[in-house]
């Protein structure tokens, strides 16, 4: 069982980027998945936030408007879609899912946005 990040990135201020969570071994569909992100020197951070494919969504109010979190269930995958970035969202981006009582953590993928 595991969940594994990817997509993460160098971009421009007001550039995008599409993150991805693939599990394994669980359906995301019967899973609480959830974004944080963790800048040098700062605490780990709540970003969005799904739960059970879909049914309900939640953002950090620093994203809403911007981000956009969503799942596949064809792919097992959930996306973190990421417009008009800004230096202050540059972080380790990691996915975590928590079903069947346990929780996983992804590796992390590092997003910088810079000029």
């Known amino acids: 069982v595991q969940v594994v990040e990817s997509g993460g990135g160098l971009v421009p201020p007001g550039g995008s980027l599409r993150l991805s969570c693939a599990a394994s071994g669980f359906a995301f569909s019967r899973s609480d998945t959830i974004w944080y992100r963790q800048a040098p020197g700062k605490a780990r951070e709540f970003v969005a936030r799904i739960v059970n494919g879909g049914v309900r969504t939640n953002y950090a109010d620093s994203v809403k408007g911007r981000f956009t979190i969503s799942g596949d269930n064809d792919t097992n995958t959930v996306y973190l879609q990421l417009n008009i970035l800004k230096p202050a969202d540059t972080a380790k981006y990691y996915c975590?899912?928590?079903?069947?009582?346990?929780?996983?953590w992804g590796q992390g993928t590092q997003v910088t946005v810079s000029s």
């Open positions: 975590y899912s928590a079903v069947g009582g346990r929780g996983y």
